[in-house]
Nanobody, 125 residues
Framework: VQLQAFGGGLVRAGGSLRLSCEASLRTFYSYSLGWFRQAPGKEREFVAYIQRRSGSTFYSDSAKGRFTISRDNAKKTGYLQMSSLTPEDTATYYC???????????????????WGQGTQVTVSS
């Protein structure tokens, strides 16, 4: 298993959660990381991205201002801190690792090299 995502759970609207993505990739530092989510009956949706070298971060419009993506290369772990959660954030969240580092295609889930198994986030109203 190259990536494992965990930290999901049930939270009330307005609450916070921090998702973690642990990697067993030998060269974790050479991968950019993305977070996606998928709600039942919907397509997989880009949430956030952090570049491998610069650490520059990018967010979907829905995540901007509420979510923060980060990484700790020494721990080979990525994070997604989520706050001000709403029921619309309910989904299975996936982390993914990308060798290309290209922000031009960061929203394209098909270009990622490795995926975590997903962690469920449920936000109650």
């Amino acid at each position: 298993v190259q990536l494992q995502a965990f930290g999901g759970g049930l939270v009330r609207a307005g609450g916070s959660l921090r998702l973690s993505c642990e990697a067993s990739l030998r060269t974790f530092y050479s991968y950019s990381l993305g977070w996606f989510r998928q709600a039942p009956g919907k397509e997989r949706e880009f949430v956030a991205y952090i570049q491998r070298r610069s650490g520059s971060t990018f967010y979907s419009d829905s995540a901007k201002g509420r979510f923060t993506i980060s990484r700790d290369n020494a721990k080979k772990t990525g994070y997604l801190q989520m706050s001000s959660l709403t029921p619309e954030d309910t989904a299975t969240y996936y982390c993914a690792a990308d060798l290309s580092g290209s922000i031009g295609t960061m929203r394209a889930w098909s270009r990622y090299n490795y995926w975590g198994q997903g962690t469920q986030v449920t936000v109650s109203s």
